[in-house]
């Protein structure tokens, strides 16, 4: 049987999603042992979307096939129950075998917060980037919207990013404040790795007047990684999660 999965999770104590071993803790490793655990055999899971060490998940998708028979709220309960308390199991349910987590996905969507003020967080900092410098939000999202439709992101991809290619179609740019919080929200087919946190590195330029807003646009055409801005910090970010056709009859959440 095959089953989808969303998971909640803060990625503050982890390397990341992905199980690397000796390496250092991460999310994946965490929900497979406790996944085998509830059914009492071995247990992989397949995710939407590889987090970084420090990014945050609201909605992560996942699938597992199993020959455990446990109903959908025994996979969540029971899972939960026996996962740290920095992650839980919001839903499960039954898909059909030819779901795929990462490859049914039609779009995946992250928001990064920032809090823009001249004093640092001190509650909710594990969830909160901080810039000092005054932003002015509506340049950065005026900046924000150059980035729409099908392009080539090189100037906005890691050096260590393992994608065949760098073209990705991005459907949305929002650049919100609500008083001293600015929010950044993006949705694609796709990302790169460290994509979202080097677009708002560049915004943050734009925001604090130290760069154009054309500039953005530039940095596209250009796809040159070395003079765009710098890559803002894991804390900020928090990945929503994937989208998929409601064929596959998931919960509104993760459905177009």
Not at 216 to 222: D, Y
């Amino acid at each position: 049987m095959r089953y989808a999965l969303g998971v909640e999770y803060d990625g503050s104590d982890y390397k990341g999603w992905q199980n690397l071993g000796e390496a250092g803790p991460s999310v994946q490793a965490s929900l497979e042992k406790a996944l085998s655990s509830v059914a009492d055999s071995p247990v992989r899971v397949v995710c939407a979307g590889r987090t970084d060490a420090g990014v945050h998940g609201q909605c992560q998708v996942v699938h597992f096939d199993t020959d455990a028979v446990r109903d959908p709220r025994g996979w969540t309960l029971g899972t939960t129950a026996r996962l740290p308390r920095s992650i839980a199991v919001r839903w499960c349910t039954p898909v059909a075998d030819d779901f795929h987590a990462r490859f049914s996905a039609r779009a995946r969507r992250y928001r990064y917060r920032l809090l823009n003020r001249s004093i640092r967080p001190a509650l909710q900092r594990q969830t909160l980037s901080w810039e000092r410098r005054p932003l002015d939000a509506g340049l950065m999202h005026q900046a924000g919207q150059a980035l729409l439709g099908e392009n080539d992101f090189s100037a906005f991809r890691s050096i260590q990013c393992e994608a065949l290619h760098a073209r990705r179609e991005m459907q949305s740019v929002s650049v919100l404040r609500n008083e001293e919080v600015i929010e950044v929200s993006v949705q694609a087919n796709a990302f790169l790795h460290h994509m979202v946190r080097n677009i708002v590195g560049s915004l943050i330029l734009v925001g604090s007047g130290e760069r154009p807003v054309e500039w953005i646009g530039e940095l596209l055409a250009g796809r040159d990684r070395t003079v765009a801005g710098p890559t803002a910090p894991p804390q900020g970010l928090v990945f929503l999660g994937p989208l998929y056709p409601d064929n596959w009859q998931l919960p509104a959440e993760v459905t177009l």
